[in-house]
């Protein structure tokens, strides 16, 4: 089987969806150690804040850098892969 072209709407679709949940990840963890962290201080209020500002703001930006990433590589394979013939890929 060969791999002569992708559909650069599609993987830049589910690059975006992928990479919004590796931001979600992202947000929880500043979350979870920024609330932690801003406790050691005493200012527990402001990590709590800036957490829950990268939960929504991150995933978000994942996204956007995903999609916009995925369609440029999709793109880059298609005018590769007319030159050079795709990639092969053996199955059982």
């Known amino acids: 089987m060969v791999i002569k072209r992708i559909n650069v709407l599609k993987l830049a679709i589910f690059q975006g969806a992928l990479m919004a ?3 979600l990840l992202a947000g929880l963890f500043f979350l979870l150690f920024g609330s ?3 406790g050691f201080g005493g200012h527990s ?3 709590l804040i ?8 991150l995933p978000i930006l ?9 369609a440029i590589g999709a793109f880059v394979y298609n005018l590769v ?3 050079v013939g ?3 890929i053996e199955v059982e």
Do not use: R, T
């Open 50 to 57: 800036g957490g829950i500002g990268a939960l929504i703001f």
């Open 86 to 88: 795709g990639i092969e």
């Open 45 to 47: 209020g402001a990590g």
């Open 36 to 38: 932690m962290f801003a």
């Open 62 to 70: 994942y996204a956007i850098f995903g999609f916009i990433a995925g």
């Open 81 to 83: 892969a007319g030159v």
């Open 21 to 23: 949940a590796f931001g």
